[in-house]
């Protein structure tokens, strides 16, 4: 039964949507299923909880601000060089409740607190770790990819411990993103 609906899935997104490459994240136990279908491993998400004494860090949080509309079209270029999608369309009606990392009038990384996994993307690690920070407020579980070195020592250093690994799987055609500059990510259902 789960294979069929996994097929249908993926019929309605290249015939409906034409998609040419399909991701999602998968457990150790669904990682079969989706290998049987095609998908190939890209990478691993590391997940990490947040110890009781986790604090936050010292970091330049004079930089991070409220996501101004000054600020929308260099968000959507570090989330579309991040995550190598066009994903303007779902992100635009939530930016209002995110904020961004601006130094010297550019936008380094932006965060969305409360938005499914709180997604931080960052072009500089100073960005990246100052949202973290602001991200680490929340309790919820991060998602890092495993390429990010920085994000994830951070997080140790910080409180956190590692539970698991998952996988993050690819259908069809890649395509260029890059994941070590996610130091979280926005959800299983959006990278």
């Known amino acids: 039964m789960g294979t069929g609906l996994v097929e249908n899935r993926i019929r309605l997104l290249r015939e409906r949507y034409g998609c040419t490459s399909i991701t999602l994240t998968a457990t150790d136990q669904g990682y079969p299923v989706y290998k049987k279908l095609g998908f190939r491993e890209q990478s691993k998400y590391i997940v990490l909880i947040k110890n009781v004494n986790a604090s936050t860090g010292k970091t330049d949080t004079d930089r991070v601000c409220s996501i101004g509309k000054n600020h929308i079209d260099e968000v959507l270029y ?13 992100l635009l009606p939530i930016l209002n409740t995110g904020l961004a990392y601006v130094k010297n009038n550019t936008v ?3 965060h969305v607190p409360g938005f499914g996994d709180g997604g931080v993307y960052a072009l500089t690690e100073e960005a990246g770790i100052a949202l973290l920070n602001e991200r680490i407020r929340e309790n919820n579980p991060i998602f890092i ?19 698991k690994r998952i996988h ?20 299983g259902f959006a990278g």
């Open 78 to 90: 570090i989330d579309r060089l991040v995550s190598g999608e066009n994903r303007r369309d779902f």
């Open 108 to 110: 380094y990384g932006f």
């Open 145 to 163: 990819p495993e390429e990010n070195e920085t994000g994830y020592q951070f997080l140790l250093s910080s409180g956190y411990t590692e539970v």
């Open 168 to 187: 993050r799987m690819l259908l069809g055609e890649e395509y260029l993103r890059k994941p070590e500059l996610c130091y979280s990510r926005i959800g």
